[in-house]
Structures are given as structure tokens and as C-alpha cells.
């Protein structure tokens, strides 16, 4: 009986980004509209107007590094897109996952920028989301792609951080 292949592509059908963007409108409507959830004292406020752009810009940044050495590698860059060898270089010598802890990074930029808690309250549920319907299919595909590469690269690089 033959094996099963291995699968085109992780199998992700949307844009991760969907998942922290949802987050933080979601966010912003609770607070607008249902109660306001103030996210620091009014005295400390000034923190989150320099923090928030400082975190939004390094999000960015982060997210960019990570496009340009999956670019320069020659690999699917979206997880509708298969991979064609494992990234060592750049932003992936330090986390297997440089997007989405950038996007983590401008989701918390956004927070404080938005200045209401509601979008803290709504990490969890979009890193739990995050992590069924896109790392976990990502990690799965590479097992089956890749196979001991792989398996190595997880035991010497941190999923986030």
C-alpha cells in the first residue's frame, strides 16, 4: 500500500494577519460601543502615544525581515504556498516564527495606540486561533516535507522568542 503524500501546502486558507487585525477591531467595537475598558491610568497615557509606534514600526520591521529572507531563499511566503527548503538565515536563526511575532509585536503597538484593553483581553482568543488554524498546520506540513531537517531546526530554534 503506498503512502499518503505529503500535502502541496499547509493547508492555511486565510491570511494570519486576519486573525490580529480581527483582534483589534473587535477590540476598538467592544470599547466604542459596549464599555469603554481604558487600557492604562490617564496620567500614564503618554507611554502608550511613543510605545505604540515604537511597537507598530518594530512589527513591521520584523515582518519585512522575515519576507525578504523567505524572498531571497526562493520559498512560499504564504502559508497557501509550498515550501521549497527550510529558512536558517536571518529573523529564522532566532524564531521559527518572525511574522507572526511581529505581527504580535504591532498588534501590541496597536493596543496602546487604541489605548483600551479590550484588544489584551482578546490575545489570547487570536493566539489560541493562531495556533490551530495556522502553526500547527505550518508545523504538520513541514514534518511531512522536511522530515529530520525539520525535526532539527525545531530542537535548536524557539517557536516564538
Known amino acids: 500500500m503506498d503512502e499518503p503524500a505529503a500535502p502541496a501546502n499547509p493547508g492555511v486558507r486565510f491570511p494570519p494577519l486576519l ?20 487600557l492604562l491610568p490617564v496620567g500614564v497615557q503618554r507611554i502608550a502615544g511613543v510605545a505604540g509606534p515604537v511597537l ?27 515550501a521549497s527548503r527550510i529558512v536558517y538565515a536571518g529573523p529564522y536563526r532566532f524564531t521559527r516564527n518572525p511574522m507572526y511575532t511581529g505581527m504580535l509585536a504591532a498588534y501590541l503597538g496597536g493596543m496602546l495606540l ?47 522568542l
Open 56 to 82: 507598530v514600526v518594530a512589527g513591521l520591521a520584523i515582518i519585512l525581515w522575515g519576507v525578504l529572507t523567505f524572498r531571497r531563499a526562493r520559498t512560499g511566503i504564504y502559508p497557501t504556498q509550498p
Open 114 to 160: 487604541a489605548r483600551t484593553a479590550w484588544p489584551l483581553l482578546l490575545l489570547p482568543a487570536v493566539l489560541l486561533l493562531l495556533q490551530h488554524f495556522v502553526i500547527s498546520r505550518e508545523e504538520r506540513y513541514l514534518e511531512a516535507e522536511f522530515g529530520a531537517e525539520y525535526h532539527e531546526y525545531r530542537q535548536r530554534v524557539r517557536r516564538w
Open 19 to 38: 486573525l490580529f487585525v480581527a483582534g483589534l477591531v473587535a477590540g476598538w467595537a467592544l470599547d466604542r460601543y459596549v464599555v469603554h475598558l481604558p
